[in-house]
């Protein structure tokens, strides 16, 4: 257990999704613990996590440490720009965190501050990696200076172990949530009302959602459902060109990310969660239990921890 520790924490909060919230209730945790926290944080976003980080009383720098990807050319030319200021700030400042145990949500970071790490890194893994050539390389690389890590699976510490990292580095703590409180849940009684909660992207499966609906739809069932959250303004455009072409936008509800996670579930029926790729855990699983509702998910990845079938 640690006891009265200086800690670093390197998180990228760019934005607050279930990853981001996680991880600000770990540094909120770990300060009402007694640890003398110091976040490095995105220089890029919507500015809510720097926000949620002044309200827990956390002192941060924010760093422009982006990675590059050939998908995404101006994110990475923008990356590259950034990086020598990055770097020469954290020359300056890192003095600081010499004596620090380090907590980290990625590998990406440690990789660009190489030089400045001794063996004191605790890596959170909220994603699968196994599948990438490029994501094994680094790992085995920052292996040697992580003390462990932390699987928000099993599924995950599965895969970290296909990576060949060593087991006994590797523990498994699920997700938790705050206790949310429960909302009166005011039903729509002429219509079934489904949602789908998160990153509009391809990967979270909205596109399954839509197609689904337009199937129950020719049923002649009643069925609404709503979209919450923000994403991918070239896949919106695609969901919404499915809609208007079947005829079901007014099926649909479009509503903007929730940051009170209580206020998400209100008036829903039941919950969609279909990642098409393998979801290393699934937090909306969690909180829509908390509100009672049930949850029809993929079956892969970590939902096969989280759901009980039937």
């Not at 020359?91 to 400045?116: A, C, D, G």
């Not at 979209?227 to 070239?234: E, R, T």
């Amino acid at each position: 257990m640690l006891k009265n520790k200086k800690l670093l924490v390197i998180a990228a909060g760019s934005y607050i999704f279930g990853t981001e919230k996680i991880t600000l209730d770990v540094i909120e945790g770990l300060k009402n613990k007694g640890h003398d926290i110091t976040t490095i944080i995105s220089g890029w976003g919507d500015n809510k996590f720097p926000q949620a980080l002044n309200k827990i009383g956390i002192k941060y720098y924010k760093l422009k440490l982006g990675w590059y990807y050939l998908s995404k050319i101006k994110w990475s030319l923008d990356s590259l720009v950034h990086y020598p200021s990055a770097f020469l700030k954290f020359f300056s400042i890192r003095k600081q965190f010499i004596n620090h145990i380090v907590y980290t949500i990625s590998f990406r970071q440690i990789i660009l501050l190489w030089p400045f790490f001794k063996k004191n890194i605790i890596y959170h893994v909220h994603d699968s990696h196994s599948s990438s050539k490029q994501s094994r390389f680094f790992f085995k690389m920052i292996d040697k200076k992580v003390i462990k890590y932390i699987a928000v699976s099993n599924f995950i510490k599965n895969d970290l172990e296909k990576i060949g990292l060593n087991p006994n580095k590797i523990e498994t703590i699920y997700n938790g949530t705050a206790i949310l409180n429960k909302q009166d849940n005011v039903k729509d009684e002429e219509y079934l009302v489904l949602g789908i909660i998160g990153q509009v992207i391809e990967k979270k499966g909205h596109l399954y959602a839509v197609r689904a609906l337009k199937q129950l739809i020719e049923k002649d069932l009643k069925i609404i459902l709503k979209i919450v959250g923000n994403g991918d303004s070239h896949f919106i455009s695609e969901i919404k060109n499915f809609l208007l072409e079947n005829n079901l936008s007014q099926n649909v509800e479009w509503v903007n990310f929730q940051y009170n996670a209580a206020d998400i579930y209100v008036g829903f029926d039941v919950v969609l969660a279909l990642t098409i790729t393998e979801e290393p855990f699934g937090l909306i699983v969690i909180e829509s239990n908390m509100q009672g509702l049930p949850v029809l998910a993929a079956n892969k990845g970590g939902f096969l921890e989280t759901v009980i079938d039937g």
